[in-house]
């Protein structure tokens, strides 16, 4: 039978929270992974390229057997989703589908926020389209919604440079640039899936009382109900367990980081885009 995976996108190694989550609530489908490792940061590139190189590594996707790939980066979802699924999807493969993490995360986030007050930390790209404003407050008008960009986190991320004492200044930073706009937020939401590697050194720089929530358990249990709700897709995938990893970077470096997700290493594979 040929494998028919489900494909995991960021333009990095932040999707790997996600896929370990998706892993661990729905483990008997295939994964393949594809982080765009060569091209990253998205956060701070235009609308148009976060576009083009999203919808590169979908159609990459797409033809090593993906029905359904999940964009785990919140750059990409806000700059780029909509266009894919509405506009490139039908002229590619009207049978397949392409489905984000802001969604799944803004139907339930209001839940977490009892003084309905919540902030949200993202990239740049993230926080300049409003995507969460939108979202959020569709399903919880009543919230209010503080953002904050912080550009250096995934840079941070990505070289390896996160748990070292000089990135305590930039976690400070932005946790404080964020809760100076209100004193009455009682949770955070990690709009990057770079970001729950920071969460020990976050928590360091936040008062007692505010959760800090991260958003792979959210997408997970989104696509798990997407599943049921919709056999047809859930046909389309395959189910064998296996989890396969491709990087458009040095591969040695990417499989370092897989251990800090998964525990161990997971060798990954190179694909140039």
């Known amino acids: 039978m040929t494998n028919r995976p489900i494909g995991v996108f960021d333009s990095g190694y932040g999707g790997l929270t996600v896929l370990k989550e998706l892993a661990k609530t729905l483990p008997q489908y295939d994964y393949l992974y594809l982080g765009d490792n060569a091209r990253a940061p998205y956060g701070s590139r235009s609308f148009e390229t976060v576009y083009q190189y999203t919808l590169e590594c979908v159609k990459w996707l797409f033809d090593n057997n993906c029905s359904l790939v999940i964009v785990a980066c919140n750059t990409a979802s806000a700059k780029a989703l909509r266009t894919i699924q509405q506009n490139d999807l039908p002229k590619i493969d009207s049978s397949k589908r392409v489905l984000g993490v802001i969604r799944p995360t803004a139907e339930v986030i209001g839940n977490y926020s009892p003084h309905k007050s919540i902030g ?30 912080c550009p250096m986190w995934v840079p941070l991320i990505e070289n390896n440079e996160y748990d070292n004492q000089g990135a305590d200044f930039f976690i400070k930073k932005y946790v404080d640039e964020l809760l100076e706009q209100s004193t009455g937020i009682d949770a955070i939401l990690l709009a990057c899936t770079h ?16 959760k800090l929530i991260s958003q792979g358990e959210m997408v997970a249990n989104a696509l798990k109900d997407y599943l049921n709700r919709h056999p047809e897709m859930d046909q389309n995938c395959s189910k064998g367990g296996e989890i396969t990893l491709y990087t458009t970077d040095n591969t040695d470096d990417f499989d370092r980081h897989t251990s800090a997700f998964f525990g161990k290493v997971i060798k990954s594979k190179h694909v140039h885009i």
Not at 126 to 134: A, D, G, P
Not at 201 to 206: G, H, T
């Open 195 to 210: 970001y729950p590697l920071l969460v020990n050194k976050i928590e360091q720089f936040l008062p007692g009382g505010i």
């Open 120 to 149: 949200v930390m993202g990239t740049e790209g993230t926080v300049r389209s409003e995507s969460y404003l939108i979202e959020i407050k569709k399903f919880f008008p009543d919230v209010k919604i503080y953002q904050q960009a």
